[in-house]
């Protein structure tokens, strides 16, 4: 019999295991599962209503119509006679046909593909001397929900794609909704608006033929970006390792653009929003992300709902870098107003302000995560926007997006997206329309509803647009000067970079670029990388066998910034994953030992083991199995530990499997391949007992950089986690480290 094992593992589908046989026995519909929670229960007008936050959930032990009407059969169409054609006056048939036929609303034309969840956001109180926010108080606790997402694929796209990601944030205030909405990189393609459906049209798919699919390495996207240099410093941003982040979970989110705070005594500060994963800022390898997208497409929102539901609660800090509003919105000579900039942490700290903890997944992927409807314009007092020409553009672009998507103009009364204050809006009727309005004068100002809604002053929380004096100017189409600086920034993000990070930025350019048939296009981006960098221009040409050209701007250069680099820090290992590879021959209660240690830290450990079900379940010390060697692959976990022999399995034939490829003397093969792409993707590695043996017969030398063996789980588990702080074991990669020298 299996012993007992508290050890969370994530993944369970249901809040209760299900029986073999078909449950026949009337009940009620099972409770959400522990990690899930619904959205808080109020009124379609803010209003809270006492209500369990399932009450919207369905009820009631029997099937029945959306009247409530209840079914006997819903498995067989009215027809007549059993061999005659069915019969129009079905009205079950017609209302389930119909409502299915409508299940889907149009998906987002970009970040269609995301994910979600419920936490609460606390916060310090060290932002209360600039903004009069009331969430921003010290220890206001705000419930949220966050969306994060990918920009160019479909909802049926990988989440491991080279790409930006949303970031986007929906603060539930008790003064209205507040919506972050951002990025993981904190600048953008383009500096105005206006060519946003370029950018995107340019990103998609070729329109002939739809492909390729959620990804920007192709002839359009090259075409573009190339010919609007303005977007050279963004593309640099995604070439690198932040483009394809190992999870949610370690991504940081951007406000992108420039916003004002304003005080209690009316004064302001620029500020730029900054969301810091406390778990580090961690990516892929490019081999990794190729390997996810066919093994596991859904990598990222499966690994965001397994930590929660295994209580490894994401976490970010919201920080703030603040600066002076003088009327030339200008810092350091940049541009506060350039949404293609960012101001380097050495020259404005980031200051920390609030703690957001994700602890909730959501009940229903569409009622929420889908449905979920962000705005730049959703503000409260104390935050305002500024003159960032793509800011502007986006205040009316999500509005008519929602309006467009979610089948009218009462989205905010979706329970996902309403607000949790009071609403009074006088707006009244519309698609979708699910308050029952009292009253007869919707309108401002009236004396047949006592002239209520009331306008609210200061002294009461209102709203009011910060006074901005305008300068006398013309009524023209262009840029100021200051946005005319198209690789300054590019250029630091570059040479920011560790080696190994400016190699990873070669190898992306040269696989984008070399998916791009027109060499004209591969030429045009070849010389705007000569402005960026000499060497990383000679690298890149060298892969696509092209000329190297000359750089035709003089851009200046500037000291790196260190807070750009993912390596060289340390973080907390719990979250991680850990896999760990077990067999007849391992000693259980050593494995269950381990599991225990590693679950305490929080880390999440999986056995590995040849079959599943239990290992040793015959003699009553059985552990679990969560993965085999079939399911199995070195992309799930952050570090490997080998417990057993790793002989074949029964399975070990490429006609069942075809990683089982050529068999191996003593060694399941999809054992070696594991072993070594870990070693590859240089990933922390441990052995104890006959671990140590498939080590060697797999070619993993036992004193290789990052590969720990000892005697017990005792010897390796501490060095284990050590390794996991660095989240990689860098030394492991021979980075060429192409640099300006190369020129």
Request: glycine letters at 8%; one cysteine or more; hydrophobic letters at 40%.
């Amino acid at each position: 019999m299996p012993v007992e094992d508290n050890t969370v593992i994530p993944g369970a589908p249901s809040s209760e295991p299900p029986t073999v046989d078909e449950p026949t026995t009337p009940r009620e519909p099972l409770p959400p599962k522990p990690d899930q929670q619904a959205p808080e229960a109020v009124s379609p007008t803010g209003s809270p209503t006492g209500a369990p936050l399932n009450s919207r959930a369905q009820s009631g032990q029997y099937l029945t119509t959306a009247q409530g009407l209840r079914l006997g059969d819903t498995d067989h169409s009215l027809r007549a006679g059993t061999r005659g054609p069915v019969l129009l006056q079905d009205h079950h048939l017609r209302e389930k046909i119909t409502h299915f036929d409508h299940e889907r609303i149009p998906e987002r034309v970009v970040h269609a593909r995301g994910a979600g969840a419920h936490g609460v956001f606390r916060s310090y109180g060290t932002a209360s001397k600039i903004t009069k926010a009331g969430f921003l108080a010290a220890d206001v606790e705000t419930p949220v929900f966050v969306r994060f997402s990918t920009v160019l694929g479909s909802r049926g796209s990988a989440d491991t794609v080279r790409d930006t990601r949303g970031f986007s944030t929906k603060f539930y205030t008790d003064e209205g909704t507040y919506d972050l909405v951002g990025n993981n990189i904190p600048v953008f393609f383009i500096q105005d608006g206006i060519k946003f459906p370029d950018i995107i049209h340019a990103g998609k798919p070729h329109p002939d033929r739809e492909i390729p699919q959620a990804q920007s390495a192709h002839d359009t996207f090259w075409d573009f970006v190339s010919l609007h240099t303005e977007a050279q410093a963004h593309t640099m941003w995604n070439m690198s390792d932040r483009g394809i982040p190992r999870s949610y979970r370690t991504m940081e989110g951007f406000g992108v653009h420039t916003f004002r705070l304003v005080a209690a005594d009316g004064s302001t500060t620029l500020v730029k929003f900054h969301w810091k994963p406390k778990q580090g800022v961690h990516s892929l390898v490019w081999e990794e992300a190729q390997i996810i997208n066919g093994m596991d497409p859904d990598f990222h929102r499966r690994d965001l709902a397994d930590a929660i539901e295994s209580g490894a609660y994401p976490q970010w800090e919201l920080g703030i870098q603040t600066f002076p509003d003088t009327e030339d919105q200008m810092f350091e000579g940049i541009d506060l107003l350039d949404p293609t900039k960012f101001i380097p942490e050495e020259f404005a700290p980031v200051q920390p302000i609030g703690l957001m903890t994700l602890n909730a997944n959501p009940t229903n992927f569409f009622a929420e995560t889908e449905q979920v409807a962000f705005h730049p314009g959703h503000l409260v007092p104390g935050i305002d926007v500024t003159n960032d020409p793509l800011l502007q553009v986006r205040l009316f672009s999500y509005l008519d997006t929602q309006i467009s998507r979610l089948g009218g103009p009462n989205f905010a009364q979706i329970p996902i997206n309403r607000p949790q204050a009071p609403v009074n809006d006088m707006l009244r009727d519309g698609m979708h329309q699910t308050a029952v309005h009292s009253g007869v004068a919707p309108y401002h100002p009236n004396s047949l509803d006592g002239g209520c809604p009331f306008m609210a002053g200061q002294d009461v929380g209102a709203f009011v647009d910060v006074p901005e004096a305008l300068a006398e100017s013309i009524k023209e189409r262009r840029n100021p000067a200051s946005f005319d600086d198209h690789f300054s920034q590019a250029r630091l993000f570059f040479r920011s970079m560790t080696p190994v990070e400016q190699d990873h930025i070669v190898q992306a350019y040269t696989f984008e670029l070399g998916k791009c048939y027109e060499s004209n296009v591969r030429e045009r981006q070849l010389m705007a990388l000569a402005n960026i960098d000499a060497g990383l221009c000679a690298a890149v040409a060298r892969g696509l066998g092209m000329p190297v050209p000359g750089a035709t701007v003089q851009v200046p250069d500037s000291e790196p910034s260190a807070a750009l680099s993912q390596v060289g820090g340390t973080w907390p290992a719990a979250g991680r994953v850990v896999g760990i590879i077990a067999d007849d021959s391992s000693d259980l209660s050593q494995v269950a030992a381990a599991r225990e240690a590693l679950d305490a830290e929080g880390i999440t450990p999986l056995v590995v083991a040849p079959v599943g079900g239990f290992l040793g379940a015959e003699d009553g010390a059985a552990v679990a199995v969560q993965r085999t060697y079939l399911t199995a692959r070195s992309t799930e976990f952050d570090a490997v530990i080998v417990a057993g022999s790793g002989a074949p399995a029964p399975d070990a034939a490429a006609g069942r499997d075809a990683k089982a490829g050529a068999p191996s003397p003593g060694l399941d093969p999809r054992v070696v391949l594991l072993l070594t792409e870990a070693f590859r993707h240089a990933k922390a590695i441990a052995a104890w007992g006959t671990g140590a043996t498939a080590l060697e017969a797999a070619g993993i030398p036992a004193d290789g950089t990052g590969v720990v063996v000892g005697d017990a789980p005792d010897a390796v588990l501490t060095p284990v986690q050590e390794l996991l702080a660095a989240h990689r074991v860098w030394e492991r990669f021979p980075a060429a480290g192409p640099s300006s020298s190369e020129a």
